[in-house]
């Protein structure tokens, strides 16, 4: 069992307040990925939503369940998997994401404008968040237990800071976010991209 900080304890215990977050924990093993997490807005937003004492699932637009798997980077490979987690996420109504990280390079620049280089696991790919307050990642492990991937801590999260996190996402990316999340998160302090 994994012994966690008391912010991990904080995080955790927040998450828990949103039941779609609970069931895809509780489900995604039945996927029988390589690698694994739920990530990006679902998690951190979650925890804004809290904070400003709103219902754990506002303004949440989708579920993004990352995984890793290189042995085969075909659409149609990535396809098989979305469609089986369709189908056992399909009575939450909501949007789980799923998407093979292992195939980002294949199709990052032709969406964003600028090339990616292929990332190494799932981690390597939240790390590579527009912002460095959406890097938290959360998976259950084959002994039941939460495993947080958090690598720049908790403090701007429960600040509610939103802080740029320039390493391969362009500059616009970030800011339309930030608008977007500003609006929809007021209390929001938005730290500027760095020129």
């Given amino acids: 069992m ?24 509780d489900r995604a093993p039945q996927l029988g990925l ?6 990006a807005g679902a998690v951190f937003q979650t925890v804004w939503n809290h904070i400003d004492g709103r219902d754990p699932q506002s303004g949440i637009n989708d579920y993004d369940l990352f995984y890793f798997d290189d042995y085969d980077l ?6 098989d ?15 789980v994401e799923v998407r093979n990280e292992a195939r980002v390079h294949l199709w990052y620049e032709d969406h964003f404008g600028v090339p990616s280089t292929p990332f190494t696991d799932c981690k390597d790919a939240i790390d590579h968040f527009a912002s460095t307050t959406c890097c938290y990642g959360i998976r259950r492990n084959t002994t039941g237990d939460d495993e947080i991937y958090a690598p720049h801590g908790f403090a701007d999260l429960f600040a509610m800071i939103l802080r740029p996190n320039p390493v391969l996402a362009p500059r616009e990316v970030y800011e339309s976010k930030a608008a977007r999340w ?10 500027p991209w760095p020129d």
Avoid: M
């Fill in 81 to 95: 998997v979305i469609q089986r987690a369709g189908a056992l996420f399909d009575d939450l109504e909501v949007c």
């Fill in 182 to 191: 500003q609006k929809e998160w007021p209390g929001l302090t938005v730290v």
């Fill in 2 to 25: 994994p012994i966690h900080s008391p912010e991990e304890v904080e995080f955790l215990r927040i998450l828990r307040t949103n039941p779609c977050i609970t069931t895809i924990l």
């Fill in 74 to 79: 075909s659409y149609d490979a990535e396809d």
């Fill in 34 to 39: 390589p690698e694994w997490y739920l990530t």
